[in-house]
């Protein structure tokens, strides 16, 4: 098992960056190759991005390629995204997730462990 815990939503003008963080605890963290979703009211979850176990490998949702980037620190047992050029579109909550697949994985049914969820309000 291991827990997640995300941290560092907010409320930030279009235009402004945000840096959200995925904690993780319980098993080895470099066991997991980890993803970021998000899911506004009225809309089904949706993938934005994810870095496998050595973050060597990323992918990205058209929607936020050039904008955000994901990163991880195995000794800090720690994932991140790094979110600039904000957007309107880009408000929900965000979600890390982790899975034991070798690949990165872009679909929500691969990921077995969840965080709770951090809120991003991103303001016109």
């Known amino acids: 098992q291991v827990q997640l815990v995300e941290s560092g939503g907010g409320l930030v003008q279009a235009g402004g960056s945000l840096r959200l963080s995925c904690a993780a605890s319980?098993?080895?963290?470099?066991?997991?190759?980890v993803g970021w979703f998000r899911q506004a009211p009225g809309k089904e979850r949706e993938f934005v991005a994810a870095?496998?176990?050595?973050?060597?490998?990323?992918d990205y949702a058209d929607s936020v390629k050039g904008r955000f980037t994901v990163s991880r620190d195995n000794a800090k047992n720690t994932a991140y995204l790094q979110m600039n050029s904000l957007k309107p579109e880009d408000t929900a909550v965000y979600y890390c997730?982790?899975?034991?697949?070798?690949?990165?994985?872009?679909?929500?049914?691969?990921?077995?462990?969840w965080g709770q969820g951090t809120q991003v309000t991103v303001s016109s």
């Open positions: 870095i496998s176990r050595n973050g060597l490998r990323t």
């Open positions: 997730a982790a899975t034991p697949s070798p690949l990165v994985a872009v679909s929500p049914s691969e990921y077995g462990y």
């Open positions: 319980g098993r080895t963290f470099s066991w997991y190759g």
